[in-house]
Each structure stands twice: as C-alpha cells, then as structure tokens.
C-alpha cells in the first residue's frame, strides 16, 4: 500500500494551486544536483521549471475550455493536472488535448537538447544546458509513458475509452498501468540509494516519483469515476437525513455527527426545520456545555443554506456547493426539507 502523500497549499492560501510533498522534495533534489556554479544552476532551474510552467500553461488553457469555473491546479511530479468540474466529453477530446500537452513538452526537451549540443560546454549557458537538458528529457519521457496523470496515460485512457465505450473502465486500465510504473520506479530507486555517487541522488528522486506517480494516479481514476457516477446518482440516495427537536441538547447531536459524520436537520413539533447541526456549530461550543445548550440555539439557521429537490443529481449539488462557497447543502422532498448533506459526502460516498 503506498502511503498517503499530502498536498500541501502554497505560500499565501491561494486557493486553486498546491504541491504534493513528494514534488516538492524532488524539486528540492533537482535544483541541488543541478550544477555545482551557482549561476549555471539558476539557470538551470530556469530551464526546468520553465518547461514545468509552460505545460501547466497549456494544460489550464485546455481545461478551461471545458468550464467557465476556476480550476483548481495541483502541481506534480507526473505534470501539473488541471482539475475542472467535468471530465473530457469524448475519448476524441481526451486524446486531442492530450497530443497537445506531450507535442508542448517534446518541443521544449527537444529544443533544451539541441541547443545543449550547440553551445560549448565550457561557458556558463552550455553547463546550464548541460545539467537542465537530462532533465528535462527525462520528463518528456515521463510523459509518454500509459499512466495517469501522464500525457501518455491520458492517450491510453482515451484509446480503452474508445474501443471498450467505458470511462471510468479506461481510467481503471490506465491507473494499473501507473502503478506497475510506479511500483518500478520504486523498486530501482531503493537500489540505487546504497551504491556510489551520483546514483543515490537518483534513487532518491525515482523512488519519490514513483511514490508520488501511484498517488496522483489513483486520485486521477478516482475523480474521473466520481465525475461520471456523479451525473446519474440522484440526491434521493441520502433521504433520509438524521433529525432532532429543536429541545434537544447539543450533546446528543454530537453523538449523531461525530458517529455518522453528517448534519442533523432540527424540526420542530410543528413540523417547520429551523436549523441544521454541523461539526463547525460543535467546535463553536466548548465541550462541557454541550449538555446544557439547546439546539435553538446553536443551530444555523436553514434559510442561510443552499437546497435543492432529491431529483437533482450528485453532480449538480456538488456544482452549487462549490459555486456558493458553502460546505451542506439542504434536501428536499415535496417542499418539506428530507436531509442535510455536505460536500465531503457528496465526494466521498459514492461507490468507486
């Protein structure tokens, strides 16, 4: 089982890019084994992470002719993966931005190689181009190759896509793919941490990019399966909700959201929902007056909350969360609120 690698949020909360730790280790490594001149070595790094920019570039543009939404960017190893509301529509679109990524990356590696066998090495542009060119060949390389997130992943997806006429089928095929990669990168990596110089500079690398590769992949395949079960599952699935008198104590509301981890609508006698119990209403609260605090006055108000009728689908609700900047949204059956769902579960409890 590969262990979990967190993404972490850049300096400044920007809230549509991260970087996953191991990509920022490997980062690390990277512009350290660049060149010993520290001149040659920023230019260097320059090279690499202006080929990294320009596929984030062009990997955004295209994801943004999908959606009229912000796109969340995730930077990592396997390439930056641009993450829009909605899957490719078509194998035939999957594969055309895909070509576009790979030909944006062979062209710079290409361009990185040749100019590294022009310019004399003896200068401080050719020993640039000499530690950047490895390089960044190597990530065209990566890119090529049939795992997701990889351009190449991406070309195979859209050709099982293709011939079986199943999405979330090709993500699946694509996803093992990049785990036998993954699983080889990691086991040449782990042997070439105790041999001699440079080599455990490059296990180190291989094994945190094949770590970083199973975990990117599996995120892929399990967002692309989300995004297609997401458009035919309707709300009526979380109906009903759990619910309290609006005389019952927060105490016993906890019990109910710590265990089940969702609201809890609060109803009336008379039948009228005035408010809904969340984690955040339970950390506004300390813990010992829980007993003694009603949910009338702890709840938030139900007219605050965006809602929608349970002949909606998944896909929708998680849209308008999203769009609202809110975290639950309300349920409806026949005018009378049914359940209170939050976008953790909207994301998380659908069978993948």
Request: hydrophobic share 45%.
């Amino acid at each position: 089982m590969i262990p979990i690698d967190p993404t972490l949020p850049l300096p400044g909360n920007h809230p549509t890019v991260s970087i996953r730790w191991s990509a920022a280790v490997v980062a690390v490594v990277t512009v350290m084994g660049l060149s010993p001149d520290p001149v040659a070595a920023v230019l260097a790094a320059s090279l690499v992470f202006g080929t990294y920019a320009t596929h984030t570039y062009v990997r955004t543009r295209l994801a943004r002719r999908r959606t009229d939404r912000p796109v969340t960017t995730r930077i990592d190893l396997a390439g930056p993966v641009a993450a829009p509301d909605h899957d490719a529509a078509s194998p035939s679109a999957e594969c055309r931005d895909a070509m576009v990524g790979l030909l944006c990356v062979t062209a710079y590696a290409a361009t990185c190689v040749v100019l590294s066998r022009v310019i004399p090495g003896d200068g401080v542009a050719g020993r640039a181009l000499a530690g950047a060119a490895p390089l960044v060949g190597g990530y065209a390389v990566l890119q090529a190759m049939p795992a997701l997130p990889l351009e190449g992943g991406r070309l195979f997806r859209a050709f099982a896509w293709s011939v079986t006429g199943s999405r979330p089928g090709s993500a699946r095929a694509a996803d093992r793919y990049a785990g036998w990669i993954a699983t080889a990168m990691i086991l040449t990596g782990v042997w070439c941490l105790p041999l001699d110089a440079p080599r455990p500079y490059i296990g180190l690398a291989l094994t945190a990019t094949g770590w970083h590769l199973a975990v990117t992949s599996a995120w892929s395949r399990r967002q692309i399966v989300w995004q297609h079960r997401s458009q035919s599952i309707l709300l009526s699935r979380y109906v009903p909700g759990l619910v309290l008198p609006p005389e019952a104590s927060l105490a016993q509301a906890a019990r109910l959201v710590l265990e089940f981890r969702v609201p809890v609508l609060v109803i009336a006698t008379d039948g009228s929902v005035p408010g809904v119990i969340t984690r955040q209403t339970l950390r506004e609260h300390p813990r010992a007056d829980w007993a003694r605090i009603p949910l009338g006055r702890a709840m938030v108000p139900i007219g605050s909350l965006p809602a929608l009728p349970v002949e909606e689908t998944v896909t929708t609700a998680a849209t308008l969360l999203r769009d609202t900047g809110q975290s639950i949204l309300v349920v409806y059956s026949g005018g009378h609120p049914r359940a209170a769902v939050t976008l953790a579960q909207l994301v998380e409890t659908l069978p993948i």
